[in-house]
T-cell receptor
Framework: GAVVSQHPSRVICKSGTSVKIECRSLDFQATTMFWYRQFPKQSLMLMATSNEGSKATYEQGVEKDKFLINHASLTLSTLTVTSAHPEDSSFYIC?????????????FGEGSRLTVL | AQKITQTQPGMFVQEKEAVTLDCTYDTSDPSYGLFWYKQPSSGEMIFLIYQGSYDQQNATEGRYSLNFQKARKSANLVISASQLGDSAMYFCAMREVYKAAGNKLTFGGGTRVLVKP
Protein backbone atom coordinates (compact mmCIF):
# COMPACT_ATOMS: atom_id res chain seq x y z
CA GLY A 1 0.00 0.00 0.00
CA ALA A 2 0.89 3.64 -0.21
CA VAL A 3 3.32 5.05 2.30
CA VAL A 4 3.09 8.28 4.19
CA SER A 5 5.99 9.29 6.37
CA GLN A 6 6.08 11.82 9.17
CA HIS A 7 9.10 13.44 10.72
CA PRO A 8 10.04 13.83 13.48
CA SER A 9 8.31 11.02 15.34
CA ARG A 10 9.04 12.69 18.67
CA VAL A 11 9.98 16.22 19.51
CA ILE A 12 10.50 18.03 22.77
CA CYS A 13 10.75 21.78 22.76
CA LYS A 14 10.74 24.72 25.11
CA SER A 15 7.70 26.89 25.54
CA GLY A 16 7.68 29.76 23.08
CA THR A 17 9.60 28.04 20.34
CA SER A 18 8.23 26.87 16.99
CA VAL A 19 8.21 23.30 15.79
CA LYS A 20 7.84 22.02 12.24
CA ILE A 21 6.43 18.59 11.43
CA GLU A 22 6.74 17.15 7.95
CA CYS A 23 4.37 14.78 6.21
CA ARG A 24 5.54 13.14 3.01
CA SER A 25 3.82 10.80 0.61
CA LEU A 26 6.55 8.50 -0.59
CA ASP A 27 5.05 6.68 -3.54
CA PHE A 28 2.02 8.62 -4.71
CA GLN A 29 0.92 12.16 -5.39
CA ALA A 30 -1.07 13.45 -2.46
CA THR A 31 -3.49 16.03 -3.72
CA THR A 32 -4.99 16.47 -0.28
CA MET A 33 -3.42 16.13 3.13
CA PHE A 34 -5.16 16.25 6.47
CA TRP A 35 -3.72 17.13 9.86
CA TYR A 36 -5.20 15.62 12.98
CA ARG A 37 -4.47 16.12 16.65
CA GLN A 38 -4.98 13.44 19.26
CA PHE A 39 -4.83 14.05 22.99
CA PRO A 40 -4.12 11.08 25.27
CA LYS A 41 -6.90 8.53 25.35
CA GLN A 42 -8.99 10.59 22.97
CA SER A 43 -9.99 10.36 19.36
CA LEU A 44 -8.46 12.06 16.37
CA MET A 45 -9.69 15.58 15.78
CA LEU A 46 -9.25 17.11 12.37
CA MET A 47 -7.35 20.38 12.47
CA ALA A 48 -7.12 21.33 8.83
CA THR A 49 -7.27 20.19 5.26
CA SER A 50 -4.62 21.24 2.81
CA ASN A 51 -4.68 21.00 -0.94
CA GLU A 52 -1.51 21.31 -2.93
CA GLY A 53 -0.85 24.85 -3.99
CA SER A 54 -3.66 26.48 -2.05
CA LYS A 55 -4.36 27.71 1.44
CA ALA A 56 -5.37 25.24 4.07
CA THR A 57 -8.93 25.02 5.33
CA TYR A 58 -9.03 25.03 9.10
CA GLU A 59 -11.66 23.45 11.28
CA GLN A 60 -13.63 25.60 13.63
CA GLY A 61 -11.69 26.50 16.73
CA VAL A 62 -8.25 25.87 15.25
CA GLU A 63 -6.04 28.94 15.18
CA LYS A 64 -4.59 29.30 11.71
CA ASP A 65 -1.88 31.68 12.89
CA LYS A 66 -0.72 29.19 15.48
CA PHE A 67 -0.82 26.09 13.32
CA LEU A 68 0.71 27.04 9.99
CA ILE A 69 0.19 24.53 7.23
CA ASN A 70 2.03 24.53 3.96
CA HIS A 71 1.39 22.11 1.09
CA ALA A 72 3.82 23.32 -1.51
CA SER A 73 4.18 20.09 -3.45
CA LEU A 74 2.25 16.92 -4.16
CA THR A 75 4.48 14.97 -1.82
CA LEU A 76 5.04 17.27 1.14
CA SER A 77 2.91 19.10 3.66
CA THR A 78 4.26 20.76 6.79
CA LEU A 79 2.63 21.75 10.05
CA THR A 80 4.38 24.42 12.08
CA VAL A 81 3.29 24.94 15.66
CA THR A 82 4.29 28.52 16.37
CA SER A 83 5.10 29.78 19.85
CA ALA A 84 4.32 26.40 21.31
CA HIS A 85 2.91 26.12 24.82
CA PRO A 86 2.48 23.10 27.08
CA GLU A 87 -1.18 22.81 26.11
CA ASP A 88 -0.05 22.18 22.53
CA SER A 89 1.57 18.95 23.67
CA SER A 90 -0.21 16.25 21.72
CA PHE A 91 0.09 13.56 19.08
CA TYR A 92 -0.12 15.06 15.61
CA ILE A 93 -0.88 12.76 12.72
CA CYS A 94 -1.23 13.47 9.05
CA UNK A 95 -3.04 11.58 6.35
CA UNK A 96 -2.99 11.85 2.62
CA UNK A 97 -5.15 10.91 -0.30
CA UNK A 98 -4.33 10.97 -3.93
CA UNK A 99 -4.89 9.40 -7.26
CA UNK A 100 -5.72 5.80 -7.93
CA UNK A 101 -7.53 4.55 -4.86
CA UNK A 102 -10.93 3.01 -5.42
CA UNK A 103 -12.10 3.63 -1.90
CA UNK A 104 -10.43 6.96 -1.55
CA UNK A 105 -8.52 5.36 1.25
CA UNK A 106 -6.59 7.66 3.47
CA UNK A 107 -3.02 6.74 4.22
CA PHE A 108 -1.77 7.84 7.59
CA GLY A 109 1.68 8.85 8.70
CA GLU A 110 3.24 7.36 11.80
CA GLY A 111 2.41 10.41 13.87
CA SER A 112 4.53 12.95 15.73
CA ARG A 113 4.45 13.27 19.48
CA LEU A 114 5.07 16.83 20.59
CA THR A 115 5.99 17.65 24.16
CA VAL A 116 6.28 21.30 25.10
CA LEU A 117 8.12 21.98 28.34
CA ALA B 1 -24.95 15.53 17.65
CA GLN B 2 -22.18 12.99 17.38
CA LYS B 3 -21.67 11.78 13.85
CA ILE B 4 -19.86 8.62 14.86
CA THR B 5 -20.60 6.90 18.15
CA GLN B 6 -18.65 4.07 19.67
CA THR B 7 -20.40 3.15 22.90
CA GLN B 8 -17.78 0.74 24.25
CA PRO B 9 -14.82 2.63 25.70
CA GLY B 10 -13.00 -0.60 26.47
CA MET B 11 -13.43 -4.33 26.44
CA PHE B 12 -11.66 -7.56 27.20
CA VAL B 13 -11.73 -10.54 24.91
CA GLN B 14 -10.32 -14.01 25.36
CA GLU B 15 -7.70 -15.09 22.88
CA LYS B 16 -9.15 -17.07 19.97
CA GLU B 17 -12.66 -15.77 20.58
CA ALA B 18 -14.57 -13.34 18.38
CA VAL B 19 -15.34 -9.78 19.42
CA THR B 20 -17.80 -7.24 18.06
CA LEU B 21 -17.06 -3.53 18.26
CA ASP B 22 -20.07 -1.27 17.95
CA CYS B 23 -20.29 1.78 15.72
CA THR B 24 -23.32 3.88 14.88
CA TYR B 25 -23.30 6.88 12.62
CA ASP B 26 -25.46 9.81 11.70
CA THR B 27 -25.58 11.39 8.28
CA SER B 28 -28.03 12.74 5.75
CA ASP B 29 -25.53 12.38 2.95
CA PRO B 30 -26.81 9.69 0.54
CA SER B 31 -23.29 8.59 -0.27
CA TYR B 32 -20.78 7.84 2.43
CA GLY B 33 -18.05 5.44 3.40
CA LEU B 34 -17.32 3.77 6.68
CA PHE B 35 -13.85 2.82 7.82
CA TRP B 36 -12.30 0.96 10.70
CA TYR B 37 -8.77 1.68 11.86
CA LYS B 38 -6.58 0.02 14.45
CA GLN B 39 -4.22 2.13 16.52
CA PRO B 40 -1.65 0.20 18.56
CA SER B 41 0.29 1.86 21.36
CA SER B 42 2.88 3.05 18.83
CA GLY B 43 0.28 5.48 17.48
CA GLU B 44 0.16 4.55 13.82
CA MET B 45 -3.24 4.24 12.22
CA ILE B 46 -3.71 0.91 10.49
CA PHE B 47 -6.53 0.63 7.96
CA LEU B 48 -8.62 -2.50 8.52
CA ILE B 49 -11.75 -2.44 6.42
CA TYR B 50 -14.03 -0.24 4.33
CA GLN B 51 -17.76 -0.28 3.58
CA GLY B 52 -19.42 1.96 1.03
CA SER B 53 -23.00 3.06 1.59
CA TYR B 54 -24.10 1.51 -1.67
CA ASP B 55 -22.28 -1.76 -1.19
CA GLN B 56 -24.76 -4.62 -1.18
CA GLN B 57 -22.60 -7.04 0.73
CA ASN B 58 -20.85 -6.72 4.03
CA ALA B 59 -17.14 -6.09 3.68
CA THR B 60 -14.67 -8.73 4.81
CA GLU B 61 -10.88 -8.63 5.08
CA GLY B 62 -9.31 -11.73 6.54
CA ARG B 63 -10.33 -11.95 10.20
CA TYR B 64 -12.18 -8.66 9.98
CA SER B 65 -15.76 -8.32 8.84
CA LEU B 66 -18.11 -5.40 8.94
CA ASN B 67 -21.72 -5.95 9.93
CA PHE B 68 -23.36 -3.13 7.97
CA GLN B 69 -26.97 -2.42 8.85
CA LYS B 70 -27.87 0.63 6.82
CA ALA B 71 -31.39 1.14 8.16
CA ARG B 72 -30.06 1.12 11.70
CA LYS B 73 -27.04 3.22 10.70
CA SER B 74 -24.65 0.81 12.30
CA ALA B 75 -21.33 -0.56 11.07
CA ASN B 76 -20.03 -2.96 13.68
CA LEU B 77 -16.61 -4.53 13.31
CA VAL B 78 -16.24 -8.23 14.02
CA ILE B 79 -12.80 -9.61 14.73
CA SER B 80 -12.72 -13.39 14.61
CA ALA B 81 -10.20 -15.63 16.35
CA SER B 82 -8.68 -12.82 18.41
CA GLN B 83 -4.93 -12.73 18.77
CA LEU B 84 -2.78 -11.05 21.40
CA GLY B 85 -1.60 -8.64 18.73
CA ASP B 86 -5.15 -7.39 18.30
CA SER B 87 -4.87 -5.47 21.57
CA ALA B 88 -5.16 -1.84 20.51
CA MET B 89 -7.53 1.10 20.10
CA TYR B 90 -10.07 0.71 17.33
CA PHE B 91 -11.65 3.67 15.60
CA CYS B 92 -14.70 3.79 13.40
CA ALA B 93 -14.73 6.66 10.90
CA MET B 94 -17.02 8.06 8.25
CA ARG B 95 -16.48 9.98 5.07
CA GLU B 96 -19.43 11.91 3.70
CA VAL B 97 -18.99 12.20 -0.03
CA TYR B 98 -21.01 15.34 -0.71
CA LYS B 99 -20.72 17.13 2.59
CA ALA B 100 -17.07 16.62 3.31
CA ALA B 101 -14.23 18.10 1.35
CA GLY B 102 -12.06 15.51 -0.34
CA ASN B 103 -11.59 12.51 1.87
CA LYS B 104 -12.08 14.11 5.25
CA LEU B 105 -12.87 11.55 7.91
CA THR B 106 -14.85 11.98 11.10
CA PHE B 107 -13.77 9.61 13.85
CA GLY B 108 -15.62 7.99 16.69
CA GLY B 109 -14.30 8.06 20.22
CA GLY B 110 -12.64 4.68 19.91
CA THR B 111 -12.79 1.35 21.71
CA ARG B 112 -9.81 -0.09 23.54
CA VAL B 113 -9.55 -3.85 23.13
CA LEU B 114 -7.40 -5.99 25.36
CA VAL B 115 -6.96 -9.61 24.37
CA LYS B 116 -6.35 -11.96 27.29
CA PRO B 117 -4.24 -15.10 26.86
Amino acid sequence: GAVVSQHPSRVICKSGTSVKIECRSLDFQATTMFWYRQFPKQSLMLMATSNEGSKATYEQGVEKDKFLINHASLTLSTLTVTSAHPEDSSFYICSASGWGSNTGELFFGEGSRLTVL
Amino acid sequence: AQKITQTQPGMFVQEKEAVTLDCTYDTSDPSYGLFWYKQPSSGEMIFLIYQGSYDQQNATEGRYSLNFQKARKSANLVISASQLGDSAMYFCAMREVYKAAGNKLTFGGGTRVLVKP
